[in-house]
């Protein structure tokens, strides 16, 4: 690891004017803030990350770090742990989909001390990206090549890949939020702002270096989910080489309105394991709604979502995978008793 | 403005400072003794000249209900602030990337990895290892206890992460059957495969801890 300086910010201003002269979350920006330190320190040990200068922005989780639920929506502190969320007997009781991949994501260890925005970030598992000794890799070194495209790729993605870059977005939280139309909370040297927590990451194309929207010195403070209709309907599901402490290799959160006779009246539909980013499955939900859930109606939606995919040599086997594992998040859904 | 929720304590007695641990007080000792404050970060910091990067961090942790004061660089991790600042050697250090559990501790009563825990990250918090569990008259916690009467190991490598986990696990309330114990205690890798012998500690110590 290389030597840094350590600071801890008391106040979020602080925090942002400290980083604000630093290049915005990148992998190779000289500031870097540190919450859990569950994907900061492990890329620092191994030398992808050598941040100068370290803010530890826990002093702020007395903040940032509630969750509170209205009749409106969900209110989640940036600040929060994934355990404290996961634990909420109203994100549990009223939203299952968030509860579920905060359950089924990391070990209770990591639950416990990564929160909720840096969960959001978290950096992909690529293992060209991790191993230095790798050249290329377009994330780490822009124009330096991608290594995954003639490597071993059977874990990356499909979905939203590019000729520059091909790793898969490793999260599961960010599907539950970007499903059900969450908003970020966003505070920066410049002010503050909000945005879609769909518009946080970006696709890779010719910048893959270039991960989300963040700007110099912004902190993701708040996530907001508003309240619907479909919210108690939905689930994670999260298929993985082993069948816990895994990341996925596909995976789907599902939310659905139904109307009588199991008529899809909303559906909202997040794909993980197979995309670059947090992947909305819009295609998926067209082919639905008005449509009654059953078997054949669920294959058409997962055709759709994955109409785009673009395999490589060794994960063509994520499409037929993906399908299923969407096909069987819906009828499961459909399936559930929901208590009013 | 929000307090800085990791103010060093004042007043507080320190062991290592007053020398009765001997090898925190060589620790603190072979850096000097002025080391800067560790001061949170202003508007103003920027402006003033950076200090070296290599200068150590004062730094204060509470372990087992004892005071430890440290000269650190900032890179320590609390494990290796454990093993080899102050000499608790029962925290182990497996792969040393959060991947297996070995170095597992409660910070707070909450179950961590020491590995991925900067060591001033851990300042003003309560720091439990394994050494912290047994009784002041030797007795074993319920959950040491429960591991030897089952056999819950072999080599015995991550039997330390194991035993914190498991408390934690109890204590959370995510210990109620085997499956949800075997799922809760995931994040503990045990390459002898003592698992069903774990789970079966897990349940005896459960029961005896009165959760």
Request: hydrophobic share 40%; charged share 25%; aromatic share 4%.
């Amino acid at each position: 690891m290389q030597p840094f300086h350590y600071r801890r910010a008391d106040s979020l201003d602080a925090a942002a004017q400290a980083a604000g002269a630093s290049r915005g979350s990148r992998v190779e920006a000289p500031v870097q803030f540190v919450a859990g330190g569950t994907t900061l320190l492990d890329l620092m040990k191994i030398e992808v990350m050598r941040p100068a200068t370290v803010i530890d922005i826990n002093p702020l989780a007395d903040r940032y770090g509630a969750i509170d639920a209205t009749d409106r929506g969900l209110r989640l502190g940036a600040l929060a742990r994934m355990a404290q969320a996961a634990d909420d007997p109203a994100v549990r009781r009223d939203y299952p989909v968030i509860a579920q991949t905060l359950d089924l994501a990391a070990s209770q260890q990591l639950r416990n001390m990564a929160t909720l925005g840096g969960n959001l970030l978290q950096r992909t598992r690529c293992p060209y990206f991790r191993d230095v000794s790798w050249t290329a890799c377009n994330k780490r070194d822009p124009g330096s090549g991608c290594a995954a495209l003639e490597g071993v790729n059977r874990k990356h993605a499909v979905l939203g890949v590019s000729e520059a870059c091909i790793a898969t977005y490793p999260g599961d939280f960010a599907q539950a939020l970007v499903a059900l139309d969450a908003r970020l909370e966003i505070a920066g040297p410049q002010g503050r702002r909000e945005i879609a927590a769909a518009d946080l990451h970006r696709l890779p194309g010719e910048t893959p270096n270039v991960e989300t929207q963040l700007g110099p010195g912004e902190l993701i403070t708040s996530i907001l989910v508003p309240a619907g209709a479909w919210t108690r309907r939905s689930l994670y599901l999260k298929v993985r080489d082993r069948e816990s402490y895994d990341f996925a290799l596909a995976s789907a959160a599902v939310a659905l309105e139904l109307g009588d006779d199991d008529t899809v009246r909303e559906a909202r539909i997040a794909l993980g394991g197979v995309a670059t980013v947090p992947w909305r499955a819009r295609a998926a939900e067209d082919a639905l709604k008005g449509r009654r859930l059953d078997e054949a109606a669920a294959e058409a939606a997962a055709e759709a979502a994955f109409a785009d995919a673009q395999i490589r040599e060794h994960n063509a086997y994520k499409v037929d995978l993906g399908r299923r594992t969407l096909v069987r998040a819906l009828l499961d859904a459909a399936r559930l008793e929901i208590r009013t | 403005m929000t307090p800085d929720l990791f103010a060093r304590p004042e007043g507080r007695s320190s062991p290592a400072a007053s020398g009765l641990d001997r090898r925190s007080f060589l620790g603190a000792g072979a850096c000097g003794a002025a080391v800067p404050l560790l001061g949170p970060v202003s508007a103003d910091a920027q402006a003033a000249a950076p200090p070296d990067i290599r200068q150590p961090l004062d730094l204060t942790l509470t372990i087992n209900g004892r005071d430890h004061r440290l000269a650190l660089d900032a890179r320590t991790t609390l494990l290796d602030a454990l093993r080899e600042r102050i000499g608790l050697t029962g925290t182990k250090k497996g792969c040393d990337q959060g991947q297996c559990g070995a170095c597992t501790v409660l910070l707070d009563g909450t179950r961590v990895l020491s590995c991925l825990t900067l060591a001033a990250m851990a300042e003003g918090r309560e720091v439990t290892t394994i050494e912290g569990l047994a009784g002041p008259d030797g007795t074993l916690h319920p959950m040491q206890q429960a591991f030897v009467d089952h056999d819950a190991f072999q080599c015995g490598y991550c039997t330390p992460g194991q035993i914190l986990s498991a408390v934690a696990c109890v204590n959370e309330g995510h210990a109620n059957d085997p499956a949800q114990i075997r799922e809760y205690m995931s994040g503990n890798l045990c390459r002898c495969a003592a698992y069903p012998n774990i789970v079966a500690a897990v349940e005896q110590a459960k029961a005896e801890m009165g959760a």
